[in-house]
């Protein structure tokens, strides 16, 4: 069984720091490219960064580029997405997800993955305080 378990949400004020974590279990970790996602109520879920199975190729949409860094340790089996600058738009639920086949590229797995397949977190909750 997959499991796949977010870490490191919280109550940030506006310009501060977080970084998130997500380790998997249930898969080769190292073999797949993963992402991260993130859904606010009312609005569907989307790609915020995701990265190739050996990290070395990334993809951050608009919104995040220049604040957020994806990266992953594969001898860990641990994802992680480095927030900073947050402002108050950036709240959200953030998902970790992959979709366990290797067959998207990292722009691929954040534009137009079919968001009922793959593997995913539970989510973690990041609110940004004005």
């Known amino acids: 069984e997959v499991v796949m378990v977010e870490s490191g949400g919280g109550l940030v004020q506006a310009g501060e720091s977080r970084r998130l974590s997500c380790t998997a279990s249930g898969l080769a970790f190292g073999d797949f490219p993963m992402g991260w996602y993130r859904q606010t109520p009312g609005k569907g879920r989307e790609g915020v960064a995701c990265?190739?199975?050996?990290?070395?190729?990334?993809y951050y949409a608009d919104f995040v580029k220049g604040r957020f860094t994806i990266s992953r340790d594969n001898a860990k089996n641990t994802l992680y997405l480095q927030m900073n600058r947050l402002k108050p738009e950036d709240t959200a639920m953030y998902f970790c997800?992959?979709?366990?086949?290797?067959?998207?590229?990292?722009?691929?797995?954040?534009?137009?993955?079919?968001?009922?397949?793959?593997?995913w977190g539970q989510g973690t909750q990041v609110t940004v305080s004005s």
């Open positions: 997800m992959t979709d366990g086949r290797d067959y998207y590229a990292a722009q691929g797995l954040c534009t137009y993955f079919p968001l009922d397949s793959g593997y």
């Open positions: 990265v190739n199975r050996s990290g070395f190729v990334t």
